[in-house]
């Protein structure tokens, strides 16, 4: 394999101008980059732009409501005390690092 360039990696799909990632499962480039191909689930049905536009907008507003990082940081903590959900998300994480 030649070597890897800014040329070489497809750019999205959508038509943003920004290129795809690897895809280790498949052993190939993404078609889309992460929320840009506007489907639900696997059902492959299309969502309308601005559906998807609100979607990440009301994402974005949790997200900057005062304390809510905090506090999902903290249930987060507690979870991975918890021996049996530790070792399940460390064999995740092995799983996809192989």
């Not at 005390?81 to 530790?86: G, I, L, R, S």
Request: proline share 3%.
């Amino acid at each position: 394999m030649g070597k890897l360039n800014r040329r070489t990696i497809p750019l999205c799909a959508c038509g943003c101008l920004k290129h795809v990632t690897w895809n280790n499962n498949k052993k190939r480039w993404n078609v889309y980059l992460v929320g840009h191909n506007h489907t639900k689930g696997n059902t492959g049905k299309k969502q309308s732009e601005e559906f998807c536009i609100r979607n990440g907008e009301h994402s974005n507003r949790i997200w900057s409501v005062p304390g809510f990082r905090e506090k999902r940081s903290e249930e987060t903590l507690l979870l991975w005390q918890d021996p049996e959900y530790a070792k399940k998300q460390v064999r995740k994480l092995n799983r996809k690092n192989i």
